[in-house]
């Protein structure tokens, strides 16, 4: 395997699985005071270009990566916007175990 395309999955890790822990704390917490919603509109816009970028270049690494990386951000952006008790709703949907009060993740 060439080092470039070693690279090029390193790094499709490292941006799929950057926006996890932030919501998954989300989820746990249902607090994101400290997201910001205009940050996280240009995220979503970006991961959706290259997207598009990669569905026109057939670029399955691309389209992939950029995939993960749309949903994850556009679920935290969501959770951003939506008010408090429907942002309530959808983490118990995701994480019924009810630990909203567990900031420890």
Do not use: H
């Amino acid at each position: 395997m060439e080092i470039v395309t070693i690279v090029g999955y390193l790094a499709a890790i490292c941006s799929m699985t950057s926006f996890t822990p932030q919501a998954w704390k989300i989820i746990r917490t249902r607090d994101t005071n400290s997201i910001s919603a205009p940050m996280y509109v240009l995220t979503v816009l970006g991961f959706a270009l290259w997207l598009t970028f990669g569905l026109m270049k057939d670029e399955w690494p691309i389209i992939i990566t950029n995939a993960v990386c749309l949903i994850l951000s556009a679920f935290i952006l969501l959770m951003t916007v939506l008010p408090r008790a429907k942002k309530e709703a959808v983490a118990e949907a995701v994480d019924p175990t009810g630990r909203a009060g567990d900031t420890k993740s």
